[in-house]
């Protein structure tokens, strides 16, 4: 059977820096062809579109930008489609064209040097005003020149890249982005057809960067020393420098945590989108300001205010979740290019090698006493390493636990402390299936073989409970 009936082919011709916006909605897909014969380019979100391939989505709201014009031939029926004349796609070219002449400086400077060290740009805003996408084009730009660049993404409510939601991560591309999928999703430990070298990937576990603010910081600092050892060994990384990803940061209150990130990643430029205030609150805070000896990096930083997208588009809970869940799924089952099969490991809960931790969601209004042991009152939770705690595997893992995503941390499960499991970077992840409390085992989703390795294990509270299969 015809999986699209022809009657559903729409031709749409788009003249020079024209873009075609869509919406399909998370139960359907349509394809999208760059037609074979036309003579113009298109890209989507930085990533140049093959001419006559077939490109599939699903649950995405997106666009395909054109500097040429081109003629698209689409199969399927988004729920939304318009070709839009205004974009911002000039001045984000711009920016791209501006990182690129710091990358040459920096690649003409001895490697040893401070100067080899490409732009570090951070990219902040409130949400839905195209961050995310527009550290998408930057990257597509710059592997397109021949670059590496490393991308840090600090939004844990956000889909993820490279890995499950509810992480922070980083990762060096070398080659060409995937179409369809962007930074796409994958299990770090299977063979993978998502160009980059290992991520680097941390879980944090709870949606907002404010609900375990010290944690969150804590992760940052960790990742920045790692990036920084990561980019002394690889220098066209090095040259090329940092794009970061950031959560959504509207308001004064999240100034400190900004300021954080610029200091610890040594950011030289932030551009905001979306919002004059933000702008301006980060103009005070960081241009023009001899170093003080709280804020040594401030007089280096440029801040730059970004326009927005006119096709960006505020993506509902519901919306937002179905994202996230195909995310997840992703890491296990892959996708119709790559398919995986997880395993179905045991993991027995008596077993000396069981060590299941939890995060502690400190902001007030979430925080779930039910989960506190006995003994534990709330003011302890204050206290700089009750980040996590140890769950008891004798009397608390029940089917609580069902349905969830659980961390395989780098740190060995017997004889850890919590600040180890609390700053451990990440293995890869598994999915409880089941938990048989009578026969004491948990049934989990693993996407490679053989056992789950004696490693601590953490469960957070981000993303939510889901059904997988
Ligand atoms: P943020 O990172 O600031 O939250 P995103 O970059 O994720 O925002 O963009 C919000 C939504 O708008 C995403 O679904 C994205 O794919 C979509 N979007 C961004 N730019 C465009 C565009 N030019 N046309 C259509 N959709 C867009």
């Known amino acids: 059977t015809q999986l699209f009936d022809s009657a559903t082919i729409l ?32 890209e989507l979100f930085g990533t140049e579109l093959s001419k006559g391939l077939p490109y599939t989505f699903t649950c995405c709201k997106s666009a395909i930008y054109t500097w040429t014009g081109c003629s698209l031939s689409i199969e399927g029926t988004p729920s939304v489609e ?72 600090l939004d844990t409510a956000g889909e993820g890249v490279l890995t499950v939601p509810g992480t922070i991560s980083a990762a060096s591309f070398g080659s060409v982005m995937d179409v369809e999928d ?67 940061f509207d308001n ?19 551009a905001v989108l979306g919002s004059e205030r933000l702008y301006n609150t980060m103009l005070k805070s960081f241009s023009s300001q001899p170093p003080s000896s709280q804020s040594q990096q401030s007089s280096n930083v440029n801040v730059i205010k970004l326009p927005t997208s006119g096709g960006c588009v505020d993506r509902d809970a519901p919306f937002k979740k179905a994202i996230r869940d195909a995310a997840v799924k992703k890491y296990f089952f892959g996708d119709d290019k790559c398919t995986l099969s997880p395993y179905t490991v045991t993991i027995e809960l008596d077993s000396p090698t069981f060590s299941l931790w939890e995060i502690v969601d400190s902001s007030t209004e979430n925080k779930n006493i039910s989960f506190l042991p006995i003994g534990e009152d709330e003011s302890s939770l204050q206290t700089e390493d009750e980040v996590v705690r140890k769950v008891q595997a004798a009397t608390e893992v029940d089917s609580r636990y069902e349905n969830m995503v659980l961390a395989v941390l780098q740190v060995d499960a017997r004889d850890v402390g919590r600040k180890e499991v609390a700053e451990s970077a990440v293995l890869g992840f598994v999915f409880v299936q089941e938990v048989d409390e009578k026969e004491r085992r948990m049934k989990v989703l693993s996407p490679v073989p053989g056992r789950v390795p004696a490693k601590a294990l953490l469960v957070g509270k981000w993303p939510e409970g889901m059904f997988l299969t």
């Open 182 to 248: 962007g930074f796409g999703s994958s299990p770090m430990s299977a063979p993978s057809a998502i160009p980059v070298k290992l991520p680097l990937v941390y879980y944090y576990g709870l949606e907002a960067a404010e609900s375990g603010v010290r944690r969150y910081k804590r992760l940052i600092s960790r990742m920045a020393v790692a990036v920084n050892s990561r980019l002394e060994e690889d220098i066209e990384s090095k040259n090329t420098g940092l794009i970061i990803d950031t959560p959504s």
């Open 11 to 42: 031709t749409r011709d788009l003249k020079p820096n024209q873009e075609f916006r869509f919406e399909v909605p998370p139960s359907t897909s349509i394809t999208i062809r760059l037609t074979a014969g036309t003579a113009g380019t298109a």
């Open 252 to 270: 004064q209150t999240n100034g400190d945590l900004i300021s954080y990130i610029v200091a610890e990643f040594s950011v030289t430029t932030i």
């Open 82 to 153: 318009y070709i839009a004349e205004e974009t911002p796609m000039a001045t984000y070219l711009n920016l791209h064209v501006a990182l690129e002449k710091l990358r040459v400086a920096a690649s003409d400077c001895p490697p040893t040097t401070d100067g080899a060290q490409g732009p570090r740009i951070l990219l902040v805003g409130p949400p839905d005003v195209g961050k995310t996408t527009l550290c998408k084009i930057l990257t597509g730009y710059s592997i397109r020149q021949g670059r590496k660049p490393m991308v840090i993404n």
